[in-house]
């Protein structure tokens, strides 16, 4: 191959135009619609044609336009605001985190996920895990977060969607082109791209560091596709998101947590927290524990608990399925070498990934790993929270399913990414401008009361009218790729109707999401959106992961029923479902459509960005919906389909929820949508848009769960981590010989007799009573606590509910055993009730007070 001689042409901007460079540069325009306008008001076509990339624009607007622009002082006027308002936002001293939480602003949290969705001219997401970590930063840059990001660059990202004729999905991937992106190489003092190196079976793998600007926040990311590294191997690392096998797979999750981890200790950036999103960086725990041996001379057990203290999970799936798995071979292949620098052996580092650290056959978990790893963990809604626990009891042995320590923080999304700008507007209006930095005040959003009926709804009829206008417009043009005739195309002028009741429903098309659910009875469903003066009609738009056959089926299933007469103006699937096809969805439906198969959906987010924008949400009880219509059902803020029940079979349920979903549509949806007044204002309606900003608004946004992280978890992992590290971590040190004297003497600890002191009956109001004989062996009363675990006794003897109460111990019962007393809280209703006892390790300093299998219960 010949040499080929490189170098980069970057836009050339007039002087006068300068500050549009930096402007374009920091993702803050992504949520900003006067930002997106001003690009908007340099070229309106090339805007759109570039893909809403503004550094892509600039280096492709004419001279001829940029000198009009240089010379326009109504631009310039609006550029300068633009670029002022970006300073002012950069050099707030003001943010929530600053006023509220002063203590802790050396606070540095580093939270690392395999893909970002920050604005649709990035393509590093696949789906939700991405929007939620991009939406996460951006909450992180408002509220003023000392936080940076760390992920991978991808050299292609997820693939393009397109429908061939027989409306069967196929995929194609388009390289991104890094030096036409919001895109900044790091670079060192001498001038060269800081690079960082890790090993990838036996072979050393090169990444050089890009930094994506998101408001006050940095995101680092990693790109293997360099010339340092001369075999593909190595090279396409970094190739595609979720693309290749499962070795691929395990390159970039090492790349992602062991290079992640070096890429910041290049950068000079020395995190306190670290929070992985989904198990995919968890190997990070282990390059941090690699550091903290190093640096502090520790062995591997001290500085797992000091690492521990500051590491943060959450997890995404509840499909045993969706989880990360690896083979000890390949294991092997991968981390030979890697286990002695840990001081491990084979067995000891495979276990870390094990449900049951025994069994040689078991594979290598991503998620086991994290569990393991962190003191915080938790799921992404109440319910995905419940359903973590029973999915990995087995991490804790003889713990009780509801005390299993993974808790949950609910999703949100990041309002000003999704809500329209005629919204923006209405909500500047009425609401005031808090909504756009603190909208987690529940107070705020109780003024929506106070937004004129007449005013909402014609705000929300424009932006269904435009949503129409788009859908036409991406109809034709699909129609057009696939090589439709003139007719055919010249007919997607006519679908859709600005006037009807739009629903949608856009996610992956995975199989439990039940997209056709809908289209389950299409003679009955013809009826529901036919209906002469009350038409209704869906937009469908989604992916399906392209090794899922089944969801293509689901795809193809739905686009053969809108090519026929009945259904042609009424549905409609609009192809490669991105961020600006998903926020005229959220911004123009009226209903949101979500019905997957309890409990299969973690969260889900769509449905919030859709009550942003006034949408109501139809869904079945599962994911964010199953708590929120808990608190907003009587504040009747959408509708539920079902009530949570489980069913003895998938095709039970979807017979029973499909029925339910019509029923739902046809005697409470249509009409409330359609019964007008003289005013041709659906009041009924409007009560209910109303009702839903009022109650969902509060709750289901990224500033407050990126705040609840940050009380809940951050400071806390924060404070741990420097205590235990402090006096070279002498605590830390101090915490191991603890746990290890604990483990030695466990054996000896049993709770030899009760002694119960309650009446077989007593009245509401009393208490039950328990004197307890416990052999502690070698340890020592403070390094137990003794609870009285008592609650309601169900059918089956088992103790519901319970409250432990901890256990006082009053004398020494002979060498090593003690008696302890205890009264539990009063009984609060009738009924039967009983106790048991159990002994728990007990250290000031434990991340975790339920450590594995060291647990004593009355036998």
């Not at 600053?98 to 590093?124: H, K, M």
């Not at 006519?494 to 992956?508: S, V, W, Y």
Request: glycine share 6%; charged share 25%.
């Amino acid at each position: 191959m010949k040499p080929i001689h490189r170098y980069l042409v970057i836009p050339s901007l007039p002087p006068a135009l300068e500050p549009l460079r930096k402007i374009a540069y920091n993702l803050r325009w992504s949520w900003d619609h006067d930002t997106i306008e001003l690009f908007r008001r340099l070229d309106r076509e090339l805007w759109e044609s570039s893909g809403h990339n503004p550094v892509r624009m600039l280096g492709e607007v004419s001279q001829a336009t940029l000198q009009q622009a240089a010379h326009n002082q109504a631009f310039l006027a609006h550029m300068h605001r633009i670029a002022a308002e970006l300073d002012q936002y950069l050099n707030d001293p003001s943010s929530w985190y600053r006023r509220t939480l002063p203590q802790f602003t050396d606070c540095t949290v580093a939270y690392f996920s395999a893909e970002f969705g920050l604005t649709e001219c990035l393509s590093i997401f696949a789906g939700g895990l991405g929007i939620l970590a991009g939406d996460h930063l951006k909450s992180a840059s408002d509220l003023g977060l000392n936080l940076t990001g760390v992920g991978l660059l991808y050299q292609q990202g997820y693939f393009r969607q397109y429908l061939n004729e027989a409306g069967w999905q196929q995929e194609r991937y388009v390289d991104n082109d890094f030096q036409n992106l919001p895109l900044i190489p790091v670079r060192r003092p001498d001038g060269a791209r800081l690079r960082v190196t890790v090993e990838v079976a036996g072979r050393a793998a090169h990444a050089q560091i890009w930094r994506v600007d998101v408001g006050r926040v940095q995101l680092y990311l990693l790109d293997t596709n360099i010339a340092e590294n001369e075999r593909p191997e190595e090279r396409d690392i970094t190739d595609q998101l979720y693309g290749g096998d499962q070795e691929m797979r395990l390159k970039q999750e090492i790349l992602l947590g062991i290079g992640g981890y070096r890429a910041l200790e290049a950068l000079g950036l020395k995190p306190i927290v670290y929070h992985m999103n989904e198990g995919h960086s968890a190997f990070l725990s282990l390059e941090h524990i690699r550091r903290l041996m190093e640096n502090y001379g520790l062995s591997f057990e001290e500085a797992r608990l000091l690492a521990q203290s500051s590491l943060v999970f959450t997890g995404h799936t509840p499909v045993m399925a969706g989880h990360d798995f690896f083979p000890p071979e390949l294991m092997d292949r991968y981390f030979a070498s890697y286990y002695p620098l840990l001081g491990l052996s084979r067995p000891e580092f495979l276990a870390l990934g094990r449900q049951n650290p025994a069994d040689e056959r078991e594979p290598f978990c991503m998620t086991v790993l994290a569990l393991r790893m962190s003191a915080f963990r938790n799921g992404v809604s109440k319910l995905h929270g419940e359903v973590s626990r029973r999915m990995w009891q087995g991490l804790w042995p003889k713990v009780p399913l509801n005390e299993i320590p993974i808790g949950h923080v609910t999703n949100g999304v990041h309002f000003r990414s999704w809500i329209s700008y005629e919204m923006n507007q209405l909500y500047d209006r009425y609401l005031g401008p808090e909504w756009r930095e603190e909208p987690f005040h529940e107070g705020l959003w109780a003024r929506a009361e106070s937004i004129p009926p007449e005013e909402l709804w014609r705000t929300h009829e424009r932006r269904r009218e435009r949503l129409v206008a788009f859908a036409r417009r991406r109809l034709a043009e699909q129609l057009k790729a696939r090589g439709a005739g003139p007719a055919e195309i010249a007919a997607a002028a006519e679908a859709l109707d600005p006037d009807a009741l739009t629903i949608g429903f856009a996610r992956r098309f995975a199989t439990y999401k039940r997209a056709t659910l809908l289209l389950r009875d299409p003679a009955r469903l013809g009826r529901l959106l036919n209906q002469p003066g009350r038409p209704v009609q869906v937009i469908f738009a989604g992916k399906a992961h392209p090794r899922d056959e089944l969801g293509k089926e689901l795809i193809r299933q739905i686009v053969a029923l809108a090519r026929t007469s009945e259904f042609r103006r009424r549905i409609v699937f609009l192809e490669e479902y991105d961020l600006a096809v998903a926020r005229y969805l959220v911004q123009g439906c009226d209903v949101w459509l979500n019905n997957p198969r309890r409990p299969m959906e973690a969260s889900g987010t769509s449905g919030m960005k859709a009550a942003a924008n006034g949408a109501l949400n139809l869904s079945t009880l599962d994911g964010w919906w199953d708590e929120a219509w808990s608190d907003c059902r009587t504040a009747q803020a959408g509708w539920a389909i079902g009530r949570g029940e489980v069913y003895a079979s998938a095709e039970e349920q979807d017979a029973v929820e499909a029925e339910a979903l019509y029923d739902l549509l046809e005697r409470e949806v249509v009409p409330a949508f359609y019964d007008r007044g003289p005013d041709r204002l659906p009041r009924r309606w409007i009560a209910r848009m109303t009702a839903s900003l009022s109650c969902l608004c509060p709750q289901y946004n990224t500033h407050r769960m990126v705040r609840q992280y940050t009380e809940d978890f951050y400071v806390i992992a924060y404070d741990r981590f420097l205590a235990l590290g402090a006096d070279n971590a002498a605590r830390a040190r101090s915490l191991a010989a603890w746990v290890a004297r604990l483990r030695r003497a466990w054996g000896e600890v049993r709770v030899e007799s009760i002694e119960n002191h309650t009446p077989d009956t007593i009245t509401v109001g009393q208490a039950a009573k328990a004197r307890i004989r416990v052999r502690l062996g070698q340890l020592d009363p403070q390094d137990v606590i003794v609870e009285l675990y008592e609650g309601r006794v169900d059918s089956e003897g088992e103790i519901l509910d319970a409250v432990p109460v901890a256990m006082e111990a009053v004398e020494p019962a002979g060498p090593g055993v003690y008696i302890y007393e205890a009264v539990s809280r009063p009984a609060a209703a009738s009924g039967l009730r009983g106790f048991t006892v159990r002994v728990l390790p007990f250290h000031p300093d434990l991340p975790d007070p339920l450590l594995p299998s060291l647990i004593a219960w009355a036998e």
